[in-house]
Structure formats: C-alpha cells, structure tokens
C-alpha cells in the first residue's frame, strides 16, 4: 500500500468490461461525486442513459482474481460489484431524448456555465441547437488511484464501438466532443501550474475549438477534491470541445505510447 498525501493507494489489477444493472450505484456515484457535483443535472436518469447504451463504453472493475484480501467464501456479488468499479469510459449523445430528459438539462448546464465562465463564443451554442445535435459528452471518470495506462485500451475499444454504432445508424456520428476536465492548480516557485488528474486528458491543451475552465467551490467539491486542497492544490473543472478527429488522434497517440 502507497501513500499520497493523506490519500492510501491500493496496487490491483483491472478490467474492462460493459455496464450492467448491478453498476448502477457505482457509475451513479462516479457522475454525482466528479463529473457533476451538485448540479441539476438527473444523474440518476444520467447512469440508467449509460448502462442502456452499454454497446458503447466501458466500466473499470478490480479482476476479482487479483483482488486484495477477497475471499473466496464470499459470494455477495451485489456488495462486489459496489465495491470493485472504479471507473467509467463512454459518449452520451447530446441529441435530446423524451425518456432521458437528463440531456436537455446537460446542454442547458453547459451553456449556464459557458456563459458564466467562458468567453462571448457562439460554437457551444451552434452545436447544441443543431438538430440532430451532433455534439457527443465524452465521460471519463475514475478513481484518483486507477493510473493512467488503463486509459489507451479503454479508449481504443470506445473507438471501435463508437464506429460500430455509426455502421449500425445509430446516433453517433459525432462532429465534435465535449469533455469536463478535472485540473488542480497548484503553485510552485510563484507559478501556478496545471495538474490533470486523468493525465491523458492534457493531449487536448492547445486543440480544442472552444474551452474555459471554474473552481469548484466548497459546496461542490468531492471528498477528494478536498484531500487536494490539503495537498495545496486547488480543484477546477475545464470544458473543453473539440473536433472528432484530434478524439482519433488521442487515441492513436494514447496507443503509440504503450
């Protein structure tokens, strides 16, 4: 065991795999905590969207086999499955759908938080009036302890799915992405810099079309966000929208890196 901090690290192996009724609870979690906290957003009608579409993406579970202090005698597979997912990988469709009102209220948060911490820029708007919209949520959430190396076949798979669906008619053929970014600010030497918590996300710094970036504020910060600030670095999420071909290019870099 690790320490970072005041933050313990476990050292485990894990998995991919599709998203299942029984994650509910986790992925629900995963939305509130980090990508969403304390917005008026349905998370909960957010995940059902997730596992509904589980033809595309992925969740990251412990392999059950490598797990630390599991014991074999326990056969509680619901109390597992809370337990062991740690991450969640996929692309919601920004195309409203009557069951999901969650994205009608996603597109109405991004343009409130576009227009309270971005520059005057009509992009977000024009691409989520478009009908269909073709602007597609790009959800990478996972655990502060989960590394980055999981992240290149986690997205190469989204990849390949993403493409499958397009063949199939399915709604996502994206022209463009949206992803909200979990940066620290930490100072050093009088010089504030950027830590990524999903370091794969920092290939986008410098080829987005439009972005702008907030503190999260007390009310809203998770209980890592806080052990952060213990750290002296300060939580902020930053919006970034870019083309579909620099989400290829990520991938192929991210792989060509392996």
Known sequence: MDRIGNLETIKFDVMGRCAEDSDFHGIRTLLSSQLLPHTDVDVSNLTD??????????????????MPGTDDDDDDDDTLEEITLLGVTTVVSLAE???????????E???????KHGRNDA?????????????????????????????????????KEL????????????THFVLIAKINKVEIENEVLD??????????????????????????????????????????????????HVFEHLIDTLRAGQ
């Open 49 to 66: 969207l997730v596992i509904e579409q589980n033809y595309v993406g992925s969740v990251i579970v412990e392999d059950c086999d490598t």
């Open 109 to 115: 948060l991004l343009l409130t938080l576009a227009e």
């Open 163 to 174: 493409q499958s669906a397009v063949n199939k008619k399915m709604p996502f053929a994206f």
């Open 195 to 244: 830590e990524w918590v999903n370091e794969e996300e920092e290939f986008l710094k410098g080829k987005t079309e439009y972005e702008f970036e907030f503190p999260l504020q007390a009310e809203d910060a998770s209980s890592i966000d806080e052990e952060m600030k213990q750290c002296g670095q300060v939580p902020y999420r930053r919006v970034m929208i870019f083309p579909a």
């Open 97 to 107: 759908r009557e069951r999901f009102p969650c994205v009608k209220q996603l597109k």
């Open 123 to 159: 992009l977000i708007a024009n691409l989520l009036a478009e009908k269909p919209c073709k602007l597609g949520l790009l959800i990478n959430e996972r655990f502060v302890n989960i590394p980055q190396t999981i992240a290149p076949p986690i997205f190469f798979n989204l990849k």
